[in-house]
């Protein structure tokens, strides 16, 4: 049965499906996000460990959550988070991406449960988890406030969503279509679309109306001298995350 779609963009879920292959490829078409990564899983294990009283220098400290990393791609966030102990699940529209992530699982010695499937297909089935991942994924979706509203119904009472993006505005043009896209060519030209990029108020509001309680958002800045990308408790003028709360 295919999975519901009700906000996914099939335009979207093309682009990806043609650069699946190269997901795990450091000096690939997804570089940035290879270059990104340390910096969002900082973020990432942070505040779930924050959240849920979990000691980082412990073994397995995410043992016992469930987590839902929805738009996983080849998994460069959903084996980080089961090596930390948590039990993944990895969701993506893109079916040519499941089969990517599911061998670099296995030969990465991982149990990942990969899906293909969409947030609304979860929800319809009655899924549940503690944690939702929802990153850079809600620029390409056909409809954000409604996929966050969805995502909103697959946490638990007292559950986390963490939800990064891209701001909107002639910073974030230059750097992220402009330099990553045209000149440093690290992306496909067209992968992102500058009028889909959400404001960091804008998205507060959206997860707000969604059900959630936004508690933090930082910026993911990135230095051309170090060539690396640091936490920001002001700049969040690119690429930005959040995280949610949903009310107990």
Known sequence: ???????V????????EAMAAEWWDPKGKFKPLHMLNPCRLDY?????????????TQP???KGLRLLDIGCGGGLLSE??????????????AGGNIPVAHVHAEQSGLTIDYRHTTAEALAEASEQFDIV???EVVEHVADPQEFLTVCQTLLRPGGMMICSTINRNPKSFAAAIVGAEWIMRWLP??????????TPDELFSMLSKAGLDPMDR???VFNPITWGWSLSDRDLSVNYVTASLKPR
């Open 1 to 7: 049965m295919q999975p519901t779609m009700n906000t």
């Open 9 to 16: 963009d099939p335009s979207e879920v093309a682009k990806f």
């Open 44 to 56: 990432i294990t942070q505040q779930i460990a924050g959240e849920f009283g979990r000691d980082l």
């Open 60 to 62: 397995n400290p995410f």
């Open 80 to 93: 980080p988070m089961a090596r930390l102990g948590a039990t993944v699940v990895g969701a993506d529209a």
């Open 133 to 135: 991942l929802n990153m």
């Open 189 to 198: 030209k067209g992968t992102h679309e500058w009028h889909k990029f959400i």
């Open 218 to 220: 930082k910026g993911f």
